[in-house]
């Protein structure tokens, strides 16, 4: 188990999104170990954050009225390479509020080929959120992960490599790269241009699903050109293997990284369907 942290926190307002967020840094006197990184943080717009060196995360906190004591951490998409924070991110926290469900954005540090970085920011994150869960009226047997792409990669490590103290108890996997294959710019970007084979093999996530992986709702579509659907179906299929409680959602059309974006189709309407499966197992407010 970790050293205890005591979390450093902000009040802030930002652009992104008309409710409060309150910024939680991971490590108070910075983290043990540098990604190499020297550029400069950078937002570009409001939705695209490049250069992640500081790890952190922005709280959304549901109604009291409505609040069910469950937990989401959001780990943004972007390739390893950067985070699309709106659509991915803020939008995604404001809709779990709506549902009574308290949401944490996560700012993962950029892993430069450090594999180990994002995985070691996403349980510090999962372990923060339990350690102050009374403060945050939050139940500890009630906190998820929910990832998209290469974000959904980094969930659905989590939920395959954890301690008791950061073992999500469900999982939402949106469009995520799962196998890592070599020439992929997100295994690139993870594992560097020479991954060994014991690296493919450790963050490829179907080759790591056991017993004890939490249930696990699955977002994809067919039509998706940047991140094979195959990647899902070889996740739910190691589940099944395992007879882990899961769901997999798979529409026709709709692409990659439709994240929260309206666009007049069907994967519009992900989100009432996932709505659907949190309300079925006690996790979601009607």
Not at 140 to 162: N, Y
Not at 233 to 244: G, M, S, V
Request: hydrophobic letters at 40%; aromatic letters at 10%; a negative charge.
């Amino acid at each position: 188990m970790r050293k205890s942290i005591i979390p450093l926190i902000t009040i802030l307002l930002t652009g992104l999104c008309s409710y409060a967020q309150i910024e939680i840094k991971l490590y108070n006197n910075g983290a043990e170990e540098n990604n190499g990184i020297i550029e400069k943080e950078e937002l570009h717009g409001t939705s695209w954050v490049t250069n992640v060196t500081e790890a952190r995360m922005y709280a959304y906190f549901a109604p009291k009225d409505i609040n069910t004591g469950t937990a989401v951490l959001i780990c943004p998409g972007g390739g390893y390479g950067g985070l699309a924070v709106e659509h991915e991110g803020s939008m995604v926290a404001s809709w779990l509020n709506s549902i009574g469900i308290s949401a944490f954005v996560l700012y993962y540090r950029m892993p430069n080929f450090h594999s180990e970085i994002p995985l070691k920011d996403a349980q510090t994150a999962i372990e923060l959120i339990r350690s102050n869960s009374a403060k945050w009226s939050i139940d500890t047997i009630r906190v998820g992960i929910l990832g998209f792409s290469a974000g959904g990669h980094l969930a659905s490590v989590v939920g395959t490599c954890f301690d008791k103290e950061n073992r999500p108890d469900f999982m939402v996997l949106i469009y995520p790269v799962i196998m890592m294959t070599l020439g992929d710019g997100t295994c690139r970007n993870l594992l560097g241009e020479n991954p060994t084979d014991q690296q493919l093999k450790k963050f490829s996530t179907n080759l790591q699903v056991s017993k004890t992986t939490p249930p696990t709702f699955i977002v994809a579509a067919i039509d998706d050109d940047v991140v094979s659907i195959e990647h899902s179906y070889k996740f739910y299929q190691a589940l099944q293997e395992q007879h882990i409680l899961s769901e997999i959602l798979a529409f026709q059309s709709g692409g990659h990284s439709f994240g929260m974006k309206k666009r007049g189709l069907e994967t519009d309407n992900w989100t009432e369907i996932l709505h659907s499966w949190l309300k079925k197992n006690k996790w979601a407010a009607e």
